[in-house]
């Protein structure tokens, strides 16, 4: 094959793919279109995402201190057994 049927044939499935491109005219529409796209839609969305991101971080770090632990601490085992209960016999202790 020669390299300019090769050359054809891919530049003919890219411009099938992209949706029949034809010609650099239609090729810059469609950059323009995506590139209005990014701005009107895209563009926007990620900005509020981040926003809203940086409010959260803001109003987490300002109520660092409103957490209150509501469970009750668990019971420390003693030396010689739990608070109830019979004690451990150790050998020192005979």
């Known amino acids: 094959m020669a390299r300019s049927t090769i050359l054809g044939n891919i530049g003919s499935f890219v411009g099938n793919a992209l949706g029949g ?5 239609n090729a810059a529409a ?24 940086a ?19 668990v019971a420390d085992p003693q030396e010689r057994g739990l608070i109830r209960g019979k004690p451990k016999e150790y050998p020192s202790d005979r």
């Open 30 to 53: 469609w950059v323009v279109a995506f590139t209005a796209a990014y701005f009107l839609w895209i563009k926007p969305e990620r900005d509020a995402m981040r926003e809203e991101e």
């Open 21 to 25: 491109v034809r010609g650099r005219q």
């Open 55 to 73: 409010r959260a971080i803001l109003r987490r770090e300002a109520d660092l201190h409103r957490y209150v632990e509501r469970t009750r601490p």
